[in-house]
């Protein structure tokens, strides 16, 4: 174990896995959610509780029919998900590929209920997520809801298509529609929300990240932004920073996580090649933008720290000008003469490599309560709870 690196906890299940969230809106508590494929068993939604101050971890665990093969936690209420079917040909007949979906017995407050009282209890359908075509919709491989909550809005993404629905109450209704064949584009593979405009998301298709307005158009979003060859194989995954929204990191098939500004996205502002396989997830952590995790086939999860990319180093460059203007006049203070007690301060770097997994690992995600504790996921069921290691924590705040 790495010095500074605190204790790993554990959640396994034994079952199938490819989809983590953490639970969206609620900021007093450290939760996720987990759907299994029930391939061959009933499948199941967790809803996992992490007690850090004492350690402990505690789970629900409801019925849910037809498998989950992505799932988003809803901003807007804790206690929905938005949930993707298996696969068409093994949902239950009736069921809708895409659904919002509620956690009976779960409420926005600190307090956990227990399994005991939640006895043999399922997930419950609110919406199914549809629209009114008559045409055989292709089976979506992801959602993506926006991370505002008042925006009420999620992608549903396809290789096809990306359809982007909006929740007035719990209905769902389709406002748009980013159709692959009409924009030329094969095989979409994600989607990200730019963190506040609600109008404007970025998806990836083959080697390419595209961003799009849907202002312009009321039915097909317009392009504003392409990079053709963001890397040299597949693109799988892509956020946004949540301070710097020009700024997009994107994971490919290469193994490398790229960061890219939109403004002038002809060349990567870095790449980070700490991966020896797809990386299927990256995460801006939602408070301390240099902060940056990745996820991927080698079944490590990685945090890099991208301070020089970071809005942490725009505050840096502004606070050292006000300095050297304050010295000009026999003012201020020079930050390099400031003790530091050896921790130093933060750089750009690979701060810790986390090989909890055996299989592949599909998700990495921030805690929504607390900035410093994160999950991932891999194939096998394993859930991994990990913190910042301290000494980087310190370089941060200090």
Not at 19 to 37: E, Q
Not at 262 to 268: D, I, K, M, V
Not at 313 to 341: M, P, R, V, Y
Request: a negative charge; proline letters at 5%.
């Amino acid at each position: 174990m790495e010095v500074g690196r605190g204790a790993s906890h554990v959640y396994g299940i034994e079952r199938h896995t490819l989809c983590l969230a953490a639970v969206a809106g609620d900021t007093t508590s450290n939760r996720f959610v987990l759907g299994t494929l029930g391939v061959t068993e009933p499948a199941e939604i967790h809803l996992i509780d992490f007690d850090s101050d004492e350690g402990t971890l505690q789970s629900l665990v409801y019925k849910h029919e037809g498998g989950a093969r992505a799932l988003s936690s809803a901003p807007w209420d804790p206690t929905q998900l938005l949930v993707v079917a298996r696969d068409s040909n093994h949902a239950i007949e009736g069921s809708p590929l895409v659904e919002l979906v509620s956690l009976p017995g779960v409420s926005t407050q600190e307090t956990f209920p227990s399994q005991d009282s939640l006895q043999e209890q399922s997930t419950q359908r609110i919406a199914p997520l549809s629209d009114a075509s008559t045409e055989p919709q292709p089976l979506p491989h992801e959602v993506v809801c926006h991370p505002a909550a008042h925006c009420r809005q999620a992608a549903t993404v396809s290789s096809t298509g990306v359809n982007v629905w909006k929740f007035t109450q719990s209905t769902p209704s389709l406002t748009h529609t980013i159709s692959a064949a009409q924009h030329s584009m094969d095989d979409i593979s994600t989607a990200a929300w730019h963190p506040t405009a609600t109008t404007q998301l970025s998806t990836t298709d083959g080697t390419c990240v595209r961003t799009w307005d849907m202002r312009a158009d009321t039915s097909r979003g317009q392009q504003t932004m392409a990079i053709e060859y963001a890397h040299s194989g597949k693109v799988r995954s892509l956020d946004y920073n949540p301070n710097l929204p020009y700024i997009l990191a994107t994971g490919g098939d290469d193994g490398s996580v790229r960061i890219w500004d939109t403004r002038n996205p002809s060349s990567e502002l870095m790449s980070i090649d700490n991966h020896t396989h797809w990386i299927y997830s990256v995460a801006f952590n939602p408070n301390h933008d240099q902060l940056l995790l990745s996820a991927g086939g080698d079944g490590l999860v990685n945090l890099e720290s991208t301070v020089s990319v970071s809005s942490a180093q725009l505050i840096t460059n502004a606070d050292s000008q006000d300095d050297f203007s304050d010295k000009g006049n026999g003012e201020g203070t020079d930050i390099d003469d400031i003790e530091d007690d050896g921790i130093g301060k933060p750089s750009d770097g690979l701060v810790a490599q986390f090989d909890d997994h055996e299989t592949s690992v599909y998700a990495a995600r921030w805690s929504a309560a607390d900035p410093w504790l994160f999950a991932s996921l891999s194939f096998d069921g394993r859930m991994v709870i990990n913190t910042v290691p301290q000494e980087e924590k310190y370089r941060i705040l200090l």
